[in-house]
């Protein structure tokens, strides 16, 4: 039960970050019914900036935590947000009109660049960090038991994936800029005929999708202090797993189902093998596909038009 | 930008459109006067919805040129026409199904947000239906609640030009009588230039200040709406064989 309950944590903390980044994977499809390939480089590149970042708050002497982590957090947005603008402008919008493989095979050149741009310029080896939070809290500790415990950082992880997914539902549910990338999922002729900007509407789908997954690559950096640049591939095609599973398309589909490919993975850790929890995610990414390919929260196209 | 009713708000000189290889349209020059409702009518296939989808500038005129109160708009990127006054119910309605009522309107006035309410209001006094409706999700709403939502929608952008695709298509009478009533208030007492496509002929004629006849992607024909309805040709073409 104590080991069950600290697992448990662990998987929850996991399935947060997967699914900050399944979000971007999910929106983009909605929006031009295509993966974004190098999403999961994005994701790369938000962890190295933080790196970066976080030696150059040391240098220049901020080592308050709660400041330097938000300092962090807005320079890694802003910097993917960037770069996510960059990867709509330079592998997607030239394409656009093409036959629909084109763009998805530059998108994948895109992520190889990136890879390579990274190893080039940051190095092969395994990039650490310090521990920036350490804390941790002991929620049950009986004689006999297994220690359960909830660090700082997994509460602040919680925390913050929370609020960034409520602010995204609100922001898709209630502003215009959210209205107009609904009508461009579902109409994008009809939403230019109301004067919607609609390169400008996808562009921004890109750089909101590229944020979060800058933040998702925040939080793995200081949740497993290394990070190296073929980190984005694994991570992306999981995220990817985890929109597919939650109904690729449906914003809370991929929180949904970063959470359970989170809770899996740690689960099949814990009582099975370490060495094949990927094979636990793909597995389910290849059942998925065969018996649900509309995903749990996804819908059918049965609409009355 | 007070323009007095009469003056040309809309013109289109030799405008040629094509679909890959395929010429939709051959050269159509007409004009519509600022308070105008005018409409064009032709079969199935005449170029009658290009010809709406390329004043929009979805696809572009190949050649020729569009002149929208003074302004040329012929290579303006669709989301820009509709910023200078243009707004039209497409083909099909286009509604946004997986949207409700309010959305779709709101929507339809995202070029104008300041005047939102206003226009909310005048369009629920125009079709009441809708406010009925206003949370409902634009797929479920029946044929005629549609076509309303897409006027409306229009509406919602304060056009000075309207375009209509075939407002009447596939609703019972009842429904068409209402929204033809609807766009003869608009234009009488909002002074709304309209420019209609209508494969029902004769109501359509009837409604108009003038019309145009389109075969084949050339006009064919033009005059006032009367004058048309008593033209021999036009009533053996369009009239009294279909309806």
């Known amino acids: 039960m104590d080991y069950f309950l600290q697992q448990l944590i662990n998987g929850v903390t996991l399935g947060a970050i997967y699914g900050l980044v399944a979000i971007g994977y999910t929106m983009v499809y909605g929006i031009i019914g295509m993966i974004n390939f190098a999403h999961g480089e994005i994701y790369m590149i938000g962890a190295f900036i933080a790196v970066i970042s976080f030696l150059v708050l040391g240098l220049i002497g901020i080592t308050w935590v709660p400041l330097a982590v938000v300092i962090v957090l807005i320079l890694t947005m802003l910097f993917t947000a960037v770069y996510g603008w960059a990867v709509e402008r330079l592998a997607y919008r030239p394409l656009r009109g093409s036959f629909r493989l084109a763009p998805l095979i530059s998108a994948i050149g895109m992520s190889i660049f990136l890879q390579n741009y990274v190893q080039l310029v940051q190095g092969a080896r395994v990039k650490p960090l310090p521990p920036v939070m350490s804390d941790v809290i002991v929620l049950m500790d009986r004689a006999g038991g297994f220690r359960v415990s909830v660090s700082d950082l997994q509460l602040l992880i919680l925390a913050l994936t929370v609020t960034l997914m409520i602010g995204f539902t609100q922001v898709i549910a209630r502003t215009s800029l959210g209205r107009a990338q609904r009508a461009c999922e579902q109409d994008m002729k009809m939403a230019s005929l109301l004067g919607i900007d609609v390169d400008r509407t996808i562009s921004l789908t890109f750089v909101m999708g590229a944020a979060l997954a800058g933040v998702a690559g925040v939080m793995v950096t200081m949740y497993y202090g290394v990070i190296d640049f073929y980190i984005g591939f694994l991570a992306g095609i999981k995220a990817f797993t985890a929109a597919v599973l939650g109904g690729i398309g449906s914003l809370p589909g991929a929180m949904l189902g970063g959470l359970l490919i989170g809770l899996i993975e740690a689960f099949w850790s814990a009582y099975f093998s370490v060495e094949y929890k990927d094979v636990a995610t793909f597995v389910i990414l290849v059942l998925v596909l065969i018996f649900r390919p509309t995903g749990l929260l996804g819908r059918p196209d049965l609409e009355k038009v | ?243």
């Open chain 2, 1 to 243: 930008m007070d323009r007095a009713a009469g003056d040309p708000m809309l013109t289109m000189t030799g405008v040629h459109t094509f679909y890959g290889a395929i010429e939709a349209l051959k050269g159509i020059d007409l004009t519509v006067a600022t308070g105008e409702i005018v409409t064009l009518i032709g079969a199935n296939g005449a170029g009658k919805s290009t010809l709406l989808m390329t004043l929009c500038g979805a696809p572009q005129a190949r050649y020729g040129r569009i002149v929208f109160e003074g302004e040329d708009i012929t290579r303006l990127p669709t989301c820009q026409i509709v910023r200078r006054g243009i707004a039209q119910s497409p083909e099909g309605r286009r509604i946004f199904p997986r949207m409700t009522v309010l959305e779709n309107l709101q929507l339809g006035a995202i070029t104008a947000p300041a005047s939102y309410a206003e226009e909310l209001e005048r369009v629920f006094l125009l079709f009441p239906r809708l406010k009925e409706r206003s949370a409902q999700r634009g797929g479920t709403l029946s044929g005629g609640e549609q076509q309303m939502l897409a006027i409306g929608r229009a509406l919602m952008s304060r056009p000075r030009l309207l375009l209509l695709d075939e407002p009447s298509l596939g609703l019972a009478p009842l429904v068409i009588r209402q929204i033809f009533q609807v766009i003869r208030d608009i234009n009488r007492d909002h002074g709304m230039t309209v420019f209609m496509v209508e494969q029902n002929a004769h109501r359509a004629l009837r409604l108009a200040h003038r019309a145009y006849v389109m075969v084949n992607g050339l006009i064919t024909l033009t005059g006032t709406g009367a004058g048309l309805l008593a033209n021999p040709e036009v009533r053996a073409a369009y009239l009294e064989g279909g309806h």
